[in-house]
């Protein structure tokens, strides 16, 4: 028996979330739910919770002053459920700022944080030749404007409206991005379920984050540092996780399996997806909720509206099954071959990768992107699979190049008793646009990618990089290996450094010094006896303490010395000289100066 779970969301862009999952794999927060979870996401423009919508849904009026200080004109007591989840008490930033395209000194303050009161805002959208009301917030509910009215009779009601462009394009893209971060995220069963709204089924995955009620905080808190107000529902269909998510009045509920009717019937008509001119007939013959509708004959209902009705009804209810067609990530770039005749010999399968990468290199030139990382497949005719990797220290499409990246790994291949099928796949890619090479008059730079490239194929990518400055006092830790190419780190100049550190450092003995502060003038390394002729410092170096709880009083003091032969050492003692506590007053050598 399968059992929906919706999530709605409302805020900046946010309006609705619905998510289908297996209620049988959560941690028991419904006992005896269904085995089929779906939820669905609403994202719309929309305005945080606020004072207006309390009072709204306890039932009282609300006031707003129109412009130029006139007299308050009263709420209506009840208000349209329709898009009643997003009917909260301030703008948002996010989609809603991007969508207006406000300039910072024309925008008002929606939320009317210093007590005054709030501001209307609407949003508008074109509906043929005419300008309508797309979106509005609490206050402009509050002074009658619905959604779908007439701008010019907004405007007439309401003087002093605050109307604003819609951005529906852009909200759907948005909804797209957040499609894909579920997909990648979430489940793999994710689906845009209209202009505003996700479906996430959550079957088979409900445990993976501890059940559908933790899954809820979760998306709930996820969608707050979004800047979106939220809320969210789990049933076992997905008409009913819409309806519960949109205009019910719990938040997150968690419908049990064959609840559905119960649940819906308080519901307004619109919760089950029916276009507004049904709506609009059937509000003519009283039928104001879904219970109405349920108790109603259904042959009657089939001739006078058509099966839409009744499909959308049956939906929500269970009686039919609601596919749900998931969105599938981009797939990456990539070319294949299948071969007439098995190969296997070196020359030709260097001609069938050179074949690949033509294709492969259109298909990235069409995208915009460089191939980072790509892996050769090649199919034997028993069935086994070779896959040989091969990677890019900068996007690249240069077939020419990519080829000789491939065509030396041609000898780790065993062919067998020959290749039927090959493959390039770029399975990491980034942006590649035009660049300048060089000016009218200057010779072109030498391109070191290349030469990294090549370098990488052969001996491989961890033996091949550059030293880069740390943020650390501690110099074992004030440098760290970066990739060849990367921006070098600046290093620090107010202390010299010797151009060779020591790992670890050498123990000296038979030191010869004054202590505290005075650098050795005799010491014993590997059996060699130094005699120093100069020396300066002591340069002193804290442990990190929020590293290691033993380095808290641990200290060293550095000094940089030179023997009568000439030879520069860095020379370090553990400990100040005079507490014990830092140190246990040993030398040591830790670096070598040019």
Not at 220 to 234: N, P, Q
Not at 502 to 512: A, E, F, I, K
């Amino acid at each position: 028996m399968t059992g929906p779970a919706v999530c709605e969301k409302t805020g900046e862009g946010g309006g609705t979330f619905s998510t289908p999952s297996r209620r049988g794999e959560s941690s028991a927060t419904v006992p005896g739910a269904a085995s089929n979870v779906v939820a669905m996401f609403d994202v719309r423009e929309g305005w945080r919770e606020g004072g207006i919508a309390e009072r709204q849904r306890a039932g009282g009026t609300a006031t707003a002053n129109r412009k130029g200080g006139g007299k308050p004109v009263a709420a209506r007591p009840g208000y349209d459920r329709e898009g009643a989840f997003w009917q909260t008490g301030r703008e948002l930033g996010g989609v809603v700022k991007r969508a207006t395209r406000a300039e910072p000194s024309k925008a008002r303050d929606v939320g009317a944080t210093d007590g005054s009161a709030p501001v209307p805002l609407v949003l508008s959208v074109r509906d043929g030749a005419r300008v309508v009301v797309g979106h509005a917030c609490p206050a402009a509910r509050a002074l009658g404007i619905r959604v779908g009215m007439a701008m010019t009779m907004a405007r007439a009601m309401v003087p002093g409206l605050d109307v604003r462009d819609a951005d529906p394009a852009g909200v759907a893209a948005d909804l797209d991005r957040l499609a894909l971060f579920a997909l990648k995220r979430w489940t793999p069963g994710v689906a845009v379920s209209d202009a505003d709204g996700l479906w996430i089924d959550l079957s088979g995955v409900a445990h993976l984050h501890g059940g559908e009620a933790r899954f809820c905080r979760r998306v709930l808190r996820f969608c707050a540092r979004l800047g979106f107000t939220a809320r969210i529902a789990v049933a076992g269909t997905a008409g009913a996780a819409h309806a519960l998510a949109r205009f019910g009045r719990v938040a997150a509920p968690m419908l049990e399996g064959g609840a559905e009717a119960e649940a819906l019937a308080p519901l307004p008509i619109d919760a089950l997806r029916i276009d507004a001119a049904a709506c609009e007939r059937l509000r003519r013959l009283g039928v104001e909720t879904v219970g109405d509708l349920i108790a109603m004959p259904r042959a009657p209902l089939n001739r006078r509206f058509g099966g839409t009705v009744l499909r959308r009804l049956d939906q929500a209810l269970g009686r039919m099954a609601e596919p749900i067609v998931p969105v599938v990530a981009q797939a990456v770039p990539a070319a294949r071959l299948r071969l007439v005749e098995p190969i296997a010999t070196a020359d030709a399968i260097a001609q069938v990768i050179g074949d690949l990468l033509a294709l492969l290199v259109v298909e990235l030139a069409a995208r915009g992107l460089g191939a980072r990382r790509l892996e050769l497949r090649c199919e034997r005719v028993d069935g086994q699979a070779l896959i040989v990797r091969a990677g890019t220290a900068r996007p690249n499409r240069d077939a020419a190049h990519l080829a000789r990246l491939l065509v030396p790994k041609i000898e780790t291949i065993d062919p067998g008793f020959g290749i039927d099928a090959m493959a390039i796949h770029a399975v990491a890619s980034e942006p590649l646009g035009a660049t300048a090479i060089t000016t009218i008059g200057e010779d072109a730079a030498a391109d070191l990618a290349i030469l990294v490239d090549l370098v990488t194929g052969r001996v491989g990518t961890h033996r091949l990089f550059r030293m880069g400055a740390v943020e650390s006092d501690v110099p074992e830790r004030a440098h760290a290996r970066a990739a060849p190419l990367s921006p070098p780190a600046a290093w620090p100049a107010a202390w010299p450094r010797p151009v060779r550190l020591l790992d670890p450092p050498q123990r000296l003995d038979h030191v010869t010094a004054l202590l505290p502060d005075h650098a050795p003038r005799r010491f014993s390394c590997r059996g060699h006896v130094h005699d120093v002729a100069h020396g300066d410092g002591p340069e002193r170096i804290y442990g990190e303490w929020w590293r290691r709880a033993g380095e808290a009083d641990a200290v060293r003091d550095y000094f940089q010395v030179e023997d009568a032969s000439g030879a520069r050492y860095w020379i370090f003692r553990r400990g100040d000289g005079v507490d014990g506590r830092t140190g246990d007053m040993s030398w040591h050598l830790h670096g070598v100066f040019a």
